[in-house]
């Protein structure tokens, strides 16, 4: 993996972005943002889960009166979506907001302006979000369609409207549906501006699918030192995207929060419900923080080698089992013990409680 490229700082509330800080983890709340109670509970949720910005679409002027409300309760800095109307842009801006998205496939540019000069006053980041659905007609025109280069023209052309309006604090995304557009246009821009990136692939899908898209497209540029934040799409429940976004930086050794659950695929040994094992650690430890390797193994024999790596372990077989720590064994379990004695043990070594 290559160092990361250098890019400028810029702040989101009180989260640093780019420069040499970590790779920040965002998501977007699906709830209607007109529903305050919904929105706050869904990014307290998000938080817990291991979300650092959290975005709420403002799609009129009813979703604006509660930002003010939603921003005072969010234990995270908070972005507003904006698409179509710029007025309300500058109202979210009025309302506390830490960030403002912005699309010049949507907002003409020339619309920017009033923008902008909030966003200086009241020391708000902008994103300017590139979105291959919704790129200016000239560029299709152009390039015959949302290529990677389409996309990266209609960011820098942005980028040097706002740099003349002489506001720095922003960061781009040049997000597609089409994962090697979205590496693309990514590798081409990061060659030509040193703003932040954040890296998504955009309608990604369901859970599996966005995890295989966005670990492609994401991970494939994170790997090349090639952005600064990242936000995993999927169709559902935004706090499942955690799951896969911590994944990414943790497989990439980049970041560590909480558990990684080490399971063999099963074979003719395994004598236990080794994936019902499994979809209940990952359930009860979901939300611990502390950096952990836990094994689950469907073979006693073979197991604790397998896994030696692992923090805390069982291997699994008919009716007993064995705790294993770092490779050697610790004791023998009967196999409905399998659950609560790991509990038990993961709650001594990381100091967090986890509900029985």
């Not at 800095?77 to 506390?96: K, N, T, Y």
């Not at 912005?102 to 980041?125: Q, T, Y």
């Not at 549906?177 to 369901?206: N, Q, W």
């Not at 979809?279 to 896994?307: I, Q, S, W, Y």
Request: proline content about 4%; some cysteine.
């Amino acid at each position: 993996m290559r160092k990361r490229k250098a890019t400028r700082t810029v702040h989101v509330g009180d989260v640093q972005v780019g420069g040499d800080n970590p790779v920040v983890v965002q998501s977007m709340t699906s709830t209607d943002t007109r529903d305050v109670a919904a929105t706050c509970e869904q990014i307290r949720r998000l938080a817990e889960a291991g979300c650092e910005i959290a975005r709420v679409a403002v799609p009129d002027r009813k979703a604006v009166s509660a930002l003010s409300e939603i921003r005072r309760q969010s234990p995270l800095p908070v972005i507003a979506d904006i698409h179509f109307d710029d007025r309300l842009a500058l109202l979210a801006i009025e309302q506390g907001m830490d960030g403002i998205r912005i699309n010049p496939g949507n907002i003409p540019r020339e619309k920017f302006k009033d923008i902008v000069w909030a966003a200086k006053e009241h020391d708000v980041c902008i994103r300017l979000g590139i979105n291959g659905g919704s790129l200016e007609k000239d560029l299709l025109a152009k390039y015959d369609g949302p290529t990677a280069s389409a996309l990266v023209e209609s960011a820098l052309r942005s980028v040097d409207y706002l740099e003349d309006q002489g506001f720095t604090n922003m960061k781009v995304s040049l997000k597609s549906s089409d994962v090697p557009t979205m590496i693309d246009a990514c590798r081409e821009f990061s060659k030509k501006s040193d703003y932040p990136l954040h890296l998504g692939v955009t309608e990604a899908g369901t859970l599996l699918q966005s995890a295989i898209k966005s670990s492609l497209g994401i991970g494939m540029l994170i790997a090349e030192g090639i952005g600064d934040t990242i936000r995993v799409s999927v169709t559902g429940d935004p706090v499942q995207e955690m799951t896969v976004a911590w994944g990414i930086l943790r497989a990439l050794k980049l970041r560590e929060r909480g558990p990684e659950i080490i399971s063999c695929p099963t074979c003719g040994r395994c004598e236990i419900d080794l994936l019902a094992l499994v979809e209940e650690a990952e359930r009860k430890l979901a939300h611990l923080k502390t950096p952990l390797k836990v094994a689950l193994m469907g073979c006693v024999v073979n197991g604790p080698g397998e896994a030696a790596e692992a923090d805390i372990g069982i291997a699994g077989g008919k009716g007993t089992g064995m705790l294993f720590m770092k490779g050697k064994t610790v004791r023998k379990i009967q196999e409905t013990e399998f659950i609560p004695v790991l509990l038990a043990e993961i709650e001594k070594l990381t100091g967090e409680t986890i509900d029985p």
